[in-house]
């Protein structure tokens, strides 16, 4: 944990909704919603599920490996809070589950990262109360 760390964090829209994910995280785990109707996993955190529109969701824990599906490699951050993190990489990582998720791919330099690579998520303990999910190549 970085006492003093100053970036923005997530702000999410719907708190309550996505509680579950955050605390998950905080735990170093993976979690995402799964219909229970249907059977698919739901990401973004949602009230309903986009495929059948049932409200029977539940947490589901995911394994964190995937493969990195795009990148790109930040150069000038929207955000000056990033500036010192320059270059980074912006990832979309496709889990093994199936669902895609944008984070950052970390412990990577930016020549070696590769489209399909496998990959596992990290957690970043930020403060207290938030930890990211990111990711980096897989086995280290
Ligand atoms: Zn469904």
Same mark, same amino acid.
């Given at each position: 944990?970085?006492?003093? $760390? ?22 170093? *785990? ?5 219909? =229970?109707?249907?059977? %698919?996993? #739901?990401?973004?955190?949602? *009230? ?7 409200? +029977?969701?539940?947490? +589901?824990?995911?394994?964190? %490996? ?5 990148? =790109?490699? !930040? ?7 990033? &500036?010192?993190?320059?270059?980074? !990489?912006? +990832? !979309? ?12 791919? #970390? *412990?990577?330099?930016?020549? &070696? +990262? ?5 990959? *596992?998520?990290? $957690? ?5 109360? #938030?930890?990211?999910?990111?990711? %980096?190549?897989?086995? &280290?």
């Amino acid at each position: 944990m970085v006492a003093e $760390y100053s970036k923005p964090l997530p702000n999410p829209l719907h708190r309550e909704t996505s509680r579950p994910f955050w605390e998950a995280a905080r735990r170093h *785990e993976l979690s995402m919603q799964r219909c =229970t109707a249907c059977g %698919r996993l #739901v990401w973004y955190p949602r *009230e309903l599920c986009p495929f059948c529109l049932s409200s +029977a969701l539940e947490w +589901a824990r995911l394994s964190g %490996r995937g493969r990195l599906h795009s990148y =790109t490699v !930040i150069h000038q951050p929207a955000n000056p809070a990033f &500036q010192g993190d320059v270059p980074y !990489i912006y +990832a !979309i990582v496709e889990l093994e589950e199936g669902p895609r998720i944008v984070s950052n791919l #970390v *412990e990577c330099a930016p020549e &070696q +990262a590769r489209i399909d690579m496998a990959l *596992e998520a990290v $957690y970043d303990d930020v403060t207290a109360e #938030v930890t990211l999910v990111k990711f %980096r190549p897989a086995g &280290q």
